[in-house]
Nanobody
Framework: QVQLVESGGGLVQPGGSLRLSCAASESIFSINVMGWYRQAPGKERELVARIISGGTTNYGESVKGRFTISRDNAKKRMYLQMNSLKPEDTAVYYC??????????WGQGTQVTVSS
């Protein structure tokens, strides 16, 4: 089981940018689907973006045009570039992957706070 750890969160002003990174404990070449989720206080965890081997990506409606998901298998990392951030983007962000047919367990996540 590949373990994933998020980093890169922090405090940013509205309109700013941030790049989140997801580091894997071992090779991710064999993992077809990876994604970013987020959870704001009082709300359910929601899909932010998903990337499939071959390059296909999917984004939540609220982040389309602002966020970009990517992965670098050689570096064993996945990224989420977040631009034009809004206060509504404030949440704990998690990275995950489908392994053995299901999304893995959730880690600590990384806090993103968008505020002036």
């Amino acid at each position: 089981q590949v373990q994933l750890v998020e980093s890169g969160g922090g405090l940013v002003q509205p309109g700013g940018s941030l790049r989140l990174s997801c580091a894997a404990s071992e090779s991710i070449f064999s993992i077809n689907v990876m994604g970013w989720y987020r959870q704001a206080p009082g709300k359910e965890r929601e899909l932010v973006a998903r990337i499939i081997s071959g390059g296909t990506t999917n984004y939540g409606e609220s982040v389309k045009g602002r966020f970009t998901i990517s992965r670098d298998n050689a570096k064993k990392r996945m990224y989420l570039q977040m631009n034009s951030l809004k206060p509504e983007d404030t949440a704990v962000y998690y990275c995950n992957a489908i392994q053995n047919g299901v999304w893995g367990s959730w880690g600590q996540g990384t806090q993103v706070t968008v505020s002036s």
